[in-house]
């Protein structure tokens, strides 16, 4: 798992799959994040799981900073990798080495809203539906196979801060879903998009696993 910052994703994550889990189809084997004071490090430290820093300002390039990002994943043992509030572009190589085993978590509905503050922009447009997406990672920002998203609706007199609150509380429960449905094996990229193979898997599901709106 790749974070930044406050961790709350990372935390959903923990509690659906964390070491206190029996039968977990996901082992979290390393937290790692590219800033020493991300809160999601303590998160991660009080699950008892492994964690790394690995500064981006302590190197040069982009491509130096996502080698040693590389090397430490891969020393931890990891198949799969889980950006959870990672807010680092990554490389063409670093992309491609694990295309179709990375996955993002982004506050919009894409491909609405790629890129920061999706929320203000969101309000601007007078969007009615708002929401969180879960997708592979491809080389261009914030695109790429969509895996599954939640929408929740735009209410007269938000701002950005409850809209932002709705959202996070819809990613929550959006990401641990996602993430087990690849788990599983239930997800096929093809074509660059995803078909999702589950028995009486029910499409209002992926409409919106974060229930009625
Ligand atoms: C989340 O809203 C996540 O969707 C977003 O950053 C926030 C991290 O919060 N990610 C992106 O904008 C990536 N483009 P968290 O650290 O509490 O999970």
């Known amino acids: ?63 130096d900073f996502d080698s040693a990002m590389d090397r430490e994943i ?3 043992g990891a198949e799969f990798v889980a950006l959870a509030g990672f807010m680092r572009l990554l490389t063409a190589r ?9 996955i993002n978590i982004h506050p919009a509905l894409l491909p609405a809203f790629p890129g920061l503050d999706t929320h203000k922009r969101a309000l601007q447009a ?4 708002h929401g969180a997406t ?30 932002a609150a709705r959202v996070l509380e819809a990613e929550h429960r959006l990401y641990p879903f996602a993430l087990r449905l ?5 997800v096929r990229v093809e074509e660059e998009r995803v078909t999702i193979a589950a028995a009486n898997f029910a499409s209002s599901a992926v409409l919106n696993p974060a229930g009625p709106v």
């Open 182 to 186: 690849v788990a599983e094996g239930k």
């Open 126 to 129: 007078g969007v009615r539906f």
């Open 74 to 76: 891969r020393a931890a």
């Open 1 to 63: 798992m790749l974070i930044s910052g406050r961790g709350s994703n990372l935390q959903a994550l923990i509690d659906a799959f964390g070491p206190q889990v029996p039968g977990s189809p996901v082992r979290i084997v390393l937290v790692l994040s590219n800033r020493a004071d991300a809160r999601g490090l303590e998160r991660a430290a009080r699950a008892g799981l492994r964690t790394a820093v690995i500064d981006h300002k302590s190197f040069s390039t982009r491509d």
């Open 94 to 102: 670093f992309v491609t080495s694990w295309q179709d085993r990375m």
């Open 134 to 163: 879960v997708h592979f990672v491809r080389h261009e920002t914030d695109i790429g196979p969509i895996i599954a998203q939640a929408a929740v609706p735009v209410l007269p007199g938000d701002d950005e801060q409850t809209l």
